[in-house]
């Protein structure tokens, strides 16, 4: 059974930093592309950062450069997401997503709330 499995969103003060986490399980973790997407209430969800099959590179999206990190942690078949120097607009569900062309799947979490604001 697929599982992504999303985890340390939260309430958190402008400027202050938050690690996602994202549990994987049920399929051939080194060869997926795994995604790290936000949607903010009323707007359209947006990839923030992403790390290829065989981990060969990372992207972010440029309002995150920087400011976040997105890593692998092979041993527990997670995606950490680290998240520094938050904002306001930085506030959205979080969610993971788990993709492969070779398989031609694409799997998704049910995301974790993070909440920017004083």
């Known amino acids: 059974q697929v599982q992504l499995v999303e985890s340390g969103g939260g309430l958190v003060q402008p400027g202050g930093s938050l690690r996602l986490s994202c549990a994987a399980s049920?399929?051939?973790?080194?060869?997926?592309?795994i995604n790290w997407y936000r949607q903010a209430v009323g707007k359209e969800r947006e990839l923030v950062a992403a790390?290829?099959?065989?981990?060969?590179?990372?992207n972010y999206a440029d309002s995150v450069k920087g400011r976040f990190t997105i890593s692998v942690d092979n041993g527990e078949n997670a995606v950490v997401l680290q998240m520094n120097t938050l904002q306001p607009e930085d506030t959205a569900v979080y969610y993971c997503?788990?993709?492969?062309?070779?398989?031609?799947?694409?799997?998704w979490g049910k995301g974790t709330l993070v909440t920017v604001s004083s």
């Open positions: 049920g399929f051939t973790f080194s060869r997926y592309a």
């Open positions: 997503n788990a993709k492969s062309g070779y398989y031609g799947t694409n799997y």
């Open positions: 790390i290829t099959s065989l981990r060969r590179s990372t």
